[in-house]
């Protein structure tokens, strides 16, 4: 299996344990102040909770990503930890711009499965079968992570499609631990 592919999972499972710490810790507060009554079958609930996941969750890891990536890092602490940067055209620093799209590009879809995990709730609270396009949330992401990952896999580990249709891609870089440049 190719080097860098093998960098590249080891750097997102850092990252995952990281942020699900982090989102560990959100749900458990979640679940103490949950005792406030939330009643899952209100629209009302199911869109303020929508709301409170896209600041307590998905905003705060597009900023993770999106500020290590355009830093003097190149990359998330998972990359930096297995020696991956990204890189813009000609393995130079990737436009802000190009980070900024890269990092879109990966995480709409993880805010569309929020809103089919919110939305299914309240469809299920209501004892009715969630509608297709609350499917649709919940398997289009999916559908796309599966894409994302083949691209990977495709491309040596160089590159997914998001980092194609961005201008950017990613390369092993020998470790220099915990230095700025």
Same mark, same amino acid.
Request: charged fraction near 15%.
């Given at each position: ?12 499972? !850092? ?22 009554? +939330? ?18 969750? $998905? !905003? ?7 500020? $290590?990536?355009?830093?003097? /890092? ?9 020696? +991956? ?7 130079? $620093?990737?436009? $802000? ?9 990966? !995480?709409? =879809? ?8 919110? /939305? ?18 919940? /398997?289009? =992401? ?7 990952? +083949? ?9 997914? !499609? ?7 891609? +990613?390369?092993?870089? =020998?470790?220099? /631990?915990?230095?700025?440049?």
């Amino acid at each position: 299996m190719n080097h860098l592919f093998v960098r590249r999972l080891g750097a997102v499972v !850092l990252d995952a344990i990281l942020i699900g710490c982090y989102a560990g810790l959100l749900h458990l507060t979640a679940f103490l102040i949950r005792q406030l009554s +939330v009643d899952p079958a209100s629209t009302e609930s199911t869109m303020k909770g929508q709301i409170m996941w896209f600041f307590a969750i $998905t !905003l705060p890891v597009f900023l993770y990503f999106y500020l $290590t990536e355009r830093g003097a /890092w190149r990359g998330s602490f998972g990359k930096k930890i297995f020696s +991956v940067q990204v890189l813009g055209p000609e393995q130079q $620093t990737a436009p $802000t711009k190009s980070v900024l799209c890269r990092n879109l590009f990966k !995480l709409v =879809p993880l805010e569309m499965a929020h809103a089919g995990m919110q /939305w299914r709730e309240h469809f299920v609270a209501l004892s009715l079968a969630p509608p297709d396009w609350v499917q649709g949330l919940l /398997w289009f =992401p999916a559908a796309i992570g599966l894409v994302y990952l +083949v691209s990977i896999l495709a491309s040596a580990g160089t590159g997914s !499609l998001y980092d194609r249709l961005c201008g950017t891609g +990613v390369s092993h870089r =020998p470790p220099q /631990w915990f230095s700025t440049n």
